[in-house]
Each structure stands twice: as structure tokens, then as C-alpha cells.
């Protein structure tokens, strides 16, 4: 029985060893080169087999590339420079004075028609912009919440968002 015992084992640690092997061959990696040759137009072609006798332009193994650093900003010597551009100055107002808010863009009974699927900026382009915001920049969920308005009368609306595609349209009636 000791012997049985002691067989299992090699034969075992034999196959593991036979599997280790075959897996370290299929897994060794491939090394190529690429060859840039002139074409029978005369246009360069890279490929990965040495090129015809006389067709060589470069062999990347022996000559590689250089890195070639271009800068970011604009070329040394040469200035741009981008200004904002100029407000009036502001009005001034008189106390007690009303400032009545601008018309924001969208269209506010547009929302009984939201449905999911949509982004945040197709719902900033029907409705405009909410009222109130919740989450969003830059987490998984936000909230948007746009009051009542007389386009969409005693209607309370919450959308919410998840990675910036609507995802729930919630509306209650408040009186």
C-alpha cells in the first residue's frame, strides 16, 4: 500500500510538472519586428517579414525610432493670448427693486414627456436647467429636482440620474 502511495504521488507531481511546461511554452512571447520596405508603387509598407532584397527602407530592430517631444503650449517666440470678454458694468439698482430672473433654456412642459434613457444635456436642452441639484459631479448617482412652474402647474419633478443617463422620472402633484 505504501508503494501505491508513493506512485500516485510521482505520477501526480510528473503530471503537474508535464502541465507546468505546457503551459510555460504556449504562453512565451512572441517577439517581432517590423520591417518598413518600399512597395512596388514606391509608397513605404511595414510588415512583419523581412523585406525584398533592395526593397529595405528600415529594419526597427536594428535602427529604432527616436522620440520625437513636441511642446503643449504655443511655439517659443511667437505669444497668444486669450482675454475674456468685457462686461458692462452693472446697473444699479434701486432698493426694493425687483430683479426678475432670465428665462431659462428649455421648455418647463417638456417634463410630463422625460422618459429614461436620455442624457443629463438632452434634458438641460427640453427643459433647462433644475431647480436643485443633488450628487452628481463625479458620482454614480445624482438627483435633479425642478419646482412648479405655470407651464407645469402643481407638478413637483425629480429625475434621477446614474452615470449621467436618466434612469427614474418621479412626479407628484402639490397643492
Known amino acids: 500500500m505504501d508503494t501505491l502511495a508513493k506512485r500516485f504521488y510521482r505520477a501526480r507531481a510528473l503530471m503537474a510538472a508535464v502541465i507546468t511546461l505546457i503551459l510555460a511554452a504556449s504562453v512565451a512571447p512572441a517577439f517581432a519586428t517590423i520591417y518598413k520596405c518600399q512597395g512596388d508603387n514606391g509608397a513605404p509598407v511595414y510588415q ?8 529595405e527602407l528600415r529594419d526597427f530592430d536594428k535602427d529604432p525610432p527616436t522620440v520625437s517631444v513636441m511642446p503643449l503650449g504655443p511655439a517659443t517666440g511667437t505669444t497668444t493670448r486669450q482675454t475674456l470678454p468685457t462686461t458692462q458694468p452693472a446697473a444699479k439698482i434701486k432698493t426694493g427693486a425687483r430683479i426678475k430672473p432670465s428665462q431659462p433654456a428649455g421648455n418647463p412642459s417638456e417634463r410630463k414627456f422625460l422618459a429614461p434613457g436620455i442624457n443629463e444635456g438632452e434634458v438641460i436642452t427640453r427643459v433647462g436647467p433644475p431647480d436643485m441639484k443633488s450628487g452628481g459631479n463625479g458620482r454614480k448617482t445624482a438627483r435633479w429636482t425642478y419646482m412648479p ?10 429625475l434621477t440620474f446614474e452615470h449621467g443617463r436618466l ?9
Open 48 to 55: 512583419d517579414e523581412p523585406c525584398r532584397p533592395g526593397k
Open 149 to 158: 412652474v405655470p407651464e407645469d402647474a402643481h407638478t413637483l419633478t425629480t
Open 167 to 175: 434612469v427614474e422620472v418621479e412626479r407628484k402633484v402639490v397643492k
